[in-house]
């Protein structure tokens, strides 16, 4: 009776084993989830990872030069960077992670309806996803910004908003391959009601192309709210946020290159983490795509 | 065909626009409480807010508002800046030319040095010159532009004191935004040229085309390529949106005098009235850009069209 059950089980946990296994075989992968990995346990772990206080400024020291104590040096008032750059972590992970949950709880829902239903709701839902696609980019996370005003907060409903679109479409896609499917149509025959095939079955199915899309867009949140904080936007000083380190090094890059290259290659490091990651996930999902 | 495939394309894209126009109208309105008052300013006086206020048409209804503001659009008029009191025409037109100059220079840089890498990277599959460009091409999508600017500016303008470091007095000001604004796309575009040339040389007709003799780079460039870059079309047009987004952090770092730059100075300044008339030009002209996209793409693949 086990090994039936064994054999029953089995498609299923090798389905997920060999993407697993399909993963561990490229480096690049690898390289990208030892640094997700690493900016995760600096964001959980900052405050004892960290040297100093993040906040503790020390005129006396202003911009000085890396050194043992300080490794990656001292910022415009005198903080020690290494210990910002750690905090750091803290602000983009609880960015990226908002940023995206604002985008799947709001953009997933209107495309399984937009698909659902087809028709008008579609075609209105659709124009839209159009109309916020046509704000290039940062634009109207910069837009939004400029009407809720400046702030951590507004920084997260802002980008959370603009992803919204790409939420939207991609649930979309996913539910228009499933919706005829034979167990949509096999509950619907019983008698389900939309809101319950919406809920029992469209939603769970077309979730995993979600998820793996919401890792890939870590990136870009991080990205995009490094952005708005360099431009002044972001989260109020003296809170360690990336970007705002960065644009606070930009005036002194003459004298002092160590205040705005740091956290700027922290910036750079977590984004190519989670790209290396997710191309990774993506070839070993999908074989296919694999070029 | 053509003829009517633009009409459709023109069509679908006026209700974008009209879209656009009216979140944009909506944003500036719902602004967290008075908007008039916010754009006064803390020390205006009630007489200075009840001015902005019917400057702005605020006392009347909200619908009328809203036509009254497309008329004016058409007429040109997107207002006045409550910073500087000129015409926002006026201010965006200063700028604009700047910013058109920094991005056409991007777009043409990465869709040149793109597509070349994307190229040799497909045909030379496995290659370490492959390995080595695709490498190259996720640190490109991975960097920061505003990073990828300071760090420019400090090996070329202050260290080594080859380019300006900021300013737009002369060609030699453009080149270090251009790079720094054109790298993302570049790598974009790099990455989408490699993986449809790697689709299109597997396919049967280039199979033919060597099984009749025919020297390989006639095969690469006369028969892959011409179909491997119909794609990479789509992407470039896409680009222009990453490119005009980013020039906003590109012109702050360079200090550019862009209207990105000006969209900044006026989000800092809550000056509504630049907000909107940027924000409304930068998405019209994207609009434009991925139209003209779609036509040149249904004149490249005659497919679309019957679609």
Redo the contacts between chains.
């Keep these: 009776m086990e090994e039936i059950f064994d054999k029953a089980e089995k498609p299923k946990w090798s389905q997920s084993r060999e993407v697993l296994h399909r993963l561990s075989k490229r480096i690049?992968a690898m390289i990208g989830l030892v640094i997700v990995l690493i900016f995760l346990i600096s964001a959980i772990f900052a405050p004892f990872l960290a040297l100093h206080d993040p906040l503790e400024h020390s005129l006396g020291h202003m911009l000085a030069k890396p050194s043992w104590d300080y490794p990656l040096g001292r910022d415009e008032l005198g903080r020690c960077i290494l210990s910002r750059v750690i905090y750091g972590a803290r602000i983009s992970l609880l960015i990226g992670t908002m940023v995206i949950s604002i985008g799947v709880l709001l953009g997933a829902p209107l495309g399984i309806i937009s698909a659902y239903y087809g028709g008008k709701v579609d075609f209105i839902i659709q124009?839209?996803v159009?109309?916020?696609l046509?704000?290039?980019?940062?634009?109207l996370a910069?837009?939004?910004?400029?009407?809720?005003?400046v702030g951590l907060a507004n920084v997260m409903i802002a980008v959370g908003i603009s992803t919204i679109p790409i939420y939207a479409r991609l649930a979309r896609s996913s539910v228009l391959a499933i919706k005829s499917r034979q167990f949509v149509e096999a509950s619907r025959s019983i008698g389900a009601s939309n809101f319950k095939i919406i809920l029992r079955h469209l939603l769970p199915n077309s979730l995993s192309p979600i998820i793996v899309q919401s890792t890939l867009h870590m990136?870009t949140a991080i990205?995009w709210a490094?952005?708005l904080g360099?431009?002044?936007?972001g989260i109020n000083p003296p809170t360690p946020e990336w970007?705002a380190m960065?644009n606070g090094g930009?005036l002194y890059?003459?004298v002092a290159?160590h205040v705005?290259?740091f956290p700027?290659?922290m910036?750079?490091i977590t984004?190519?983490g989670f790209?290396?990651l997710g191309?990774g996930l993506r070839d070993a999902l999908d074989p296919r795509l694999k070029? | 065909m053509t003829g009517q495939y633009i009409i459709r394309r023109l069509l679908i894209m006026l209700?974008?626009?009209l879209?656009?126009s009216l979140?944009?109208f909506i944003?500036?309105r719902?602004?967290?409480g008075d908007p008039s008052m916010v754009m006064a300013g803390p020390h205006a006086t009630k007489d200075q807010v009840e001015q902005i206020r019917t400057q702005l048409g605020l006392d009347r209804h909200p619908v009328s508002q809203y036509f009254i503001f497309i008329g004016n659009l058409f007429r040109g008029d997107l207002g006045t800046s409550t910073r500087t009191s000129l015409p926002v025409t006026k201010e965006i037109m200063a700028r604009l030319p700047n910013t058109l100059l920094l991005a056409l220079a991007s777009i043409l840089i990465a869709t040149v040095l793109g597509v070349l890498t994307g190229i040799i990277a497909g045909v030379k599959q496995n290659s370490k010159f492959d390995y080595l460009s695709m490498l190259v091409a996720?640190?490109g999508?991975?960097?920061?532009?505003?990073?990828l600017g300071?760090?420019l500016?400090?090996l070329f303008s202050?260290h080594l004191g080859w380019l300006p470091a900021v300013g737009a007095e002369s060609f030699k000001h453009l080149i270090l935004p251009a790079i720094t604004l054109g790298a993302n796309s570049m790598a974009i575009i790099a990455r989408m040229t490699?993986?449809s040339m790697?689709?299109v040389i597997r396919l049967d007709y280039i199979r033919t085309a060597r099984a009749k003799g025919l020297k390989e780079k006639l095969v690469i460039s006369r028969h892959a390529l011409k179909n491997a870059l119909i794609p990479v079309v789509t992407v470039i047009g896409l680009q222009?949106?990453?490119?005009?987004?980013?020039a906003?952090?590109t012109e702050?770092?360079f200090a550019w005098p862009g209207v990105g730059r000006l969209?900044?100075e006026?989000?800092?300044a809550?000056d509504?009235p630049v907000?909107q008339g940027v924000?409304l030009l930068?998405?019209t002209m994207?609009?434009f850009v991925n139209l003209v996209v779609d036509i040149l793409y249904a004149y490249l693949d005659p497919r679309i069209r019957y679609q």
Excluded: C, H, K, Q
Excluded at chain 1, 142 to 149: D, E, K, N, P, R
């Design positions: 690049t124009r839209f159009d109309t916020m046509a704000f290039p980019g940062i634009l910069l837009t939004l910004i400029a009407m809720l005003g990136a990205l490094a952005g360099f431009l002044g936007l970007g960065l930009r890059i003459r290159y705005a290259t700027g290659l910036i750079f984004v190519l790209n290396l191309d070029t | 209700p974008v626009l879209g656009v979140i944009i944003m500036v719902i602004i967290p996720l640190f999508l991975s960097m920061p532009v505003f990073w300071l760090m500016m400090l202050i490699r993986s790697l689709e222009t949106g990453t490119l005009l987004g980013g906003v952090l702050i770092v969209l900044v006026a989000i800092l809550r509504y907000v924000v930068v998405a994207f609009i």
